[in-house]
């Protein structure tokens, strides 16, 4: 318990430090400001996984399923990956709601900033359940499996982020039921009184609509680092990397999307592979590494490809 409050304190600390210091200023972040960034993130959570090598080696926190510690640390990489992958879709959806609801460059990283305090939550009640669910009824794991390779199919022959309109979203129109919305930004408010009325402005109602769509995002990418591995702390830790990270590589990959449009083929070759590995679990288990390499290869291959048409088009 002591390691599960060290670590969430920590996180807790270092959001405090981003909005209070870091960024206390409203402002545009430039691609090399997010590219420094998003460095920082990914080689910290890299080496994070010394720290659970360490963890597990010295029996610091609970080992549910007796992993090794190599295997522990192997497992945090491989969901750590799954979730960075993963979280190219949640960039599509991000900048097609900061469009629609015409947010300020400057004004976005403080909506992602509370739309990734909100994401901490309801993955950790998410993952939470999972684990529940898994440990106490051993056939969910089929029903995950067989969700992943549903997903992965979707994938393939529908683009759903090109048809996504937020305005014309269940999440829009019942928020304005609830609250009315204005057009009217008042710096980086989220609520405005105009008439002694309060409003919801445009940064509130994107801050819900990117809420909302993480956790349907989150029906995918927990369940399929469910199928790596159930260890309670290898999948929050892994995770919440990948969530700290989000709002730095969004701004870092926001203005060059389209030159990773193959990525997509990776994240389906990922969850095929993942919900493969969940169904034919009792059957066979593949050695850790094998899913390690597997999943960083399909990665590598989507963004070399992706970069290469990319210079083909541009070149004609």
């Known amino acids: 318990m002591t390691v599960w409050i060290l670590f969430i304190a920590a996180i807790l600390l270092f959001l405090a430090l981003d909005l209070g210091v870091f960024n206390k200023t409203p402002h545009v972040i430039s691609s090399k400001e997010a590219g420094k960034w998003t460095a920082i993130f990914v080689t910290i959570s890299f080496l994070f996984s010394g720290v659970i090598y360490w963890l597990y080696t010295n029996s610091y926190i609970a080992n549910p399923d007796q992993l ?38 400057k004004n976005q990283h403080r909506v992602l900033f509370w739309g990734i305090l909100g994401a901490i939550i309801f993955r950790g009640l998410m993952i939470y359940f999972g684990v529940l669910l898994i440990n106490k009824f051993s056939w969910t794991t089929y029903i995950f499996g067989a969700f992943l390779i549903f997903t992965a199919a979707k994938m393939l ?21 609830i609250i009315p919305i204005t057009k ?15 409003f919801a402005t445009p940064l509130f109602v994107a801050l819900i609509v990117i809420e ?7 029906l995918d990418s927990v369940p399929a680092i469910l199928a790596i591995t159930s260890d309670p702390f290898l999948v929050f830790s892994s995770n919440i990397f ?34 493969l590995k969940m169904l034919l679990h009792d059957f066979y288990e ?20 992706s970069l290469k048409m990319s210079e083909k088009t541009s070149s004609k």
């Open 212 to 218: 909302v769509m993480d956790v349907i995002f989150a």
């Open 242 to 275: 990948a969530i700290l990270g989000l709002r730095s590589m969004y701004f870092f990959l926001a203005n060059m999307l389209e030159k990773f449009s193959y990525l997509e083929y990776s994240l389906i070759a990922i969850l095929t592979f993942v919900g």
């Open 184 to 198: 009217t930004f008042e710096k980086e408010h989220f609520f405005i009184k105009i008439a002694g009325k309060t």
């Open 157 to 177: 022959y529908t683009k759903e982020e090109d048809d996504f309109q937020p305005k014309d979203s269940i999440i829009y129109k019942l928020l304005g039921k």
């Open 68 to 105: 090794k510690p190599t295997t522990a640390a192997i497992k945090y990489l491989t969901g750590y990956l799954i979730e960075l992958s993963l979280s190219v879709d949640n960039i599509f959806v991000i900048a097609i709601i900061f469009s629609s609801f015409k947010i300020p460059q």
């Open 286 to 305: 593949l050695p850790e590494w094998v899913s390690l390499v597997f999943i960083a290869l399909s990665l590598l291959i989507g963004i070399v490809v």
